[in-house]
């Protein structure tokens, strides 16, 4: 039996139940038939956010997140399909099927193991190893509680080259394995393997599962690299990962932002500090995945990187990224050029949160930055800082607050706003066009699909009332639907159906793609019951003669534009087709 058969994802389906397993992080009440709290995936102060015991789904009205327990775990945890479907079933006692979907899970689990059996290694070092005494100085000296050690699992490599080789050969694993894993490297020579990190205080990386998949390694004494990362290997993408996601998601949710820091000792730093919503980058610029991924917590961002240039260069690149996906962003620069690490070294925690709090919006830290570097009093000046500043909003996918931005920086730089507009629209539509051929753009923010009544109550009648659906389902045809938000909906009921199977919303929920998933859980919630076979019938014909009006609609609008007589004849003759049988129906 795979780990993402239908088997075990039934199995686990059938022995969770939604109310139980929302409570455990949402607080609920009973309201009419339904479960009701504040929505764990948005902020808000009274509750929308809706879950039905029966059907076994949720709906939040709020913000139109949905779905059934499979997809609130995805949600909550900000894990893939098959990951949530691993945490129910531990949480239920299903036995997971080892390795089952095929031999790249397998390998994959393989390499975790060799990472767990890694961390656990170096920290055990750290913690009572005679070895592990530089270590404790270099972090006793970095100010790096034991406390702090702990929380974040930190380890340390002694400076040898077998220490992690020989014993976790002796665990088992094998050399090839620990190589894929990146915590060997091959000799020269191709002779044998030794150990990648050597004398250096080591991070562990998790993912947002919180399996250990890879290592940052700070060397504690002189020489390079400073830092030695993972490589990329089958579970480990710099890419894709913030380091101490997975540890700050809490408390990112619970501040409503998160802080991105450059370096594991500055995430260090914070977490000690009591600030909860740090990440770091790992080693890299900001990448789109990470913007990506950090979108799942929050769209409120602090980047707090080194003040100097490097940094500065840094945190500009970082704040198109972040911009394009409609996060709102401050910048915290620290005094004297600081990084976090250092300047939690001489300030208080308290004086930290303060700055923290009073960071000025990116568009401030834009200007400020531009003029340090240049007298806006000259004109020449003045046109290479909107210049620079310019392409950075042009990433605000708000037409709205871009030409808000727009006027505040006329204002700022005292130029005239029509000169500058000229100028940000000669950068936008630069920007579209190179946009156009590349990476996909962000995922506009969401916007509830439209539905009409008719559409919700023949949903319903469908589900909920088999006297309705054993007579209309096989009646509906695909053109009935056309356009439809919920034509995907049908269609999944009338493939169970087809199938043999039972047609619930909890069944259709398993086989309808996400957004449709947010639909039907979205239609499961309203309150009053399906109206019966007739009514569903009425909605099924008022959903036809909707398309057919607007199929005439599109017929009359290219008899306008025609002047050739064949061809207005033939669209003639279909409008009058049209409405014949749009007569027909009422
Ligand atoms: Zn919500």
Not at 503 to 509: I, P
């Amino acid at each position: 039996m795979a780990a993402g058969g239908p088997d075990f994802v039934s199995k686990v389906r059938s022995s969770v139940d939604i109310v139980s397993l929302i409570s455990e992080s949402v607080p609920l009440k009973k309201s009419g038939r339904k479960f009701r709290g504040l929505c764990p995936f948005h902020n808000e102060k009274t509750p929308s956010f809706y879950v039905d015991e029966t059907k076994q789904l949720f709906y939040c009205f709020g913000c139109g997140a949905g779905g059934d327990t499979f997809k609130f775990v995805m949600l909550r945890e900000g894990v893939e399909f098959l990951e949530a479907a691993r945490l129910l079933a531990r949480r239920a006692g299903v036995p997971v099927p080892q390795g089952g979907t095929g031999q790249r899970s397998s390998e994959r689990e393989s390499l975790v193991a060799a990472c767990r059996a890694a961390a656990a290694l170096y920290r055990e070092i750290l913690v009572r190893e005679p070895q592990g005494g530089p270590g404790r100085n270099y972090l006793e000296k970095r100010g790096i509680t034991e406390a702090t050690r702990e929380e974040l699992g930190l380890g340390f490599a002694p400076d040898r080259w077998d220490t992690l080789r020989d014993d976790l050969q002796k665990q088992g694993h094998r050399p090839e394995t620990l190589m894929a894993a990146g915590l060997l490297q091959r000799r020269e020579d191709a002779s044998g393997y030794y150990d990648r990190f050597r004398n250096r205080i080591i991070f562990p990386i998790t993912n947002l599962a919180g399996d250990v998949i890879g290592f940052g390694g700070r060397l504690i004494a002189d020489g390079e690299p400073k830092y030695l990362n993972s490589p990329e290997t089958l579970i480990y993408n710099k890419r894709e990962n913030l380091y101490g996601l997975h540890h700050s998601r809490q408390g990112i949710k619970e501040s409503g932002e998160a802080v991105v820091v450059e370096g594991y000792l500055d995430f260090a730093s914070l977490v000690q500090a009591g600030v909860k919503s740090a990440v770091a980058t790992l080693g890299t610029s900001f990448t789109d995945e990470q913007a990506s991924l950090l979108r799942r917590f929050t769209e409120k961002v602090v980047v707090n990187y080194d003040a100097d240039n490097a940094g500065e260069n840094a945190t500009r690149r970082s704040l198109e990224k972040l911009l394009s996906r409609g996060f709102a962003v401050r910048v915290l620069q620290l005094p004297s050029s600081k990084d976090p690490d250092a300047f939690l070294r001489s300030a208080s925690a308290d004086e930290y949160r303060r700055l923290l709090a009073e960071s000025p919006s990116c568009f401030e830290f834009l200007v400020q930055s531009a003029s340090r570097r240049a007298d806006l009093n000259d004109p020449a000046a003045l046109g290479a800082a909107a210049r620079e500043i310019l392409p950075v909003l042009a990433q605000v996918p708000s037409r709205l607050e871009r030409s808000r931005y727009v006027a505040l920086l006329a204002e700022r730089l005292r130029v005239e706003d029509a000169l500058l507009l000229a100028e940000i629209r000669d950068v936008m539509l630069r920007g579209t066009r190179e946009s156009a051929g590349s990476a996909p753009a962000a995922a506009p923010p969401r916007a509830p699909v439209a539905l009409r009544e008719s559409e919700i109550s023949l949903v319903r009648a469908l589900v909920e009332d088999e006297d309705a659906r054993a007579r209309l389902l096989n009646e509906i045809l695909p053109a009935d639907l056309e356009g439809s938000p919920v034509s995907a909906i049908v269609s999944g009921m009338a493939s169970l159906q087809h199938r043999g199977m039972d047609v619930t919303y909890a069944g259709l929920a398993a086989v309808l793609p996400d957004g449709e998933r947010e639909l039907l859980a979205r239609i499961a919630m309203r309150g009053d019951p399906p109206s019966g076979t007739d009514a569903a019938r009425r909605c099924l014909e008022s959903m036809r003669r909707g398309r057919l009006v607007k199929e005439r609609e599109t017929l009359q609008r290219e008899m306008e534009k025609t002047s050739e007589p064949g061809r207005l004849n033939d669209l003639l003759r279909r409008k009058i087709e049209i409405s014949r049988r749009i007569d027909s129906m009422s």
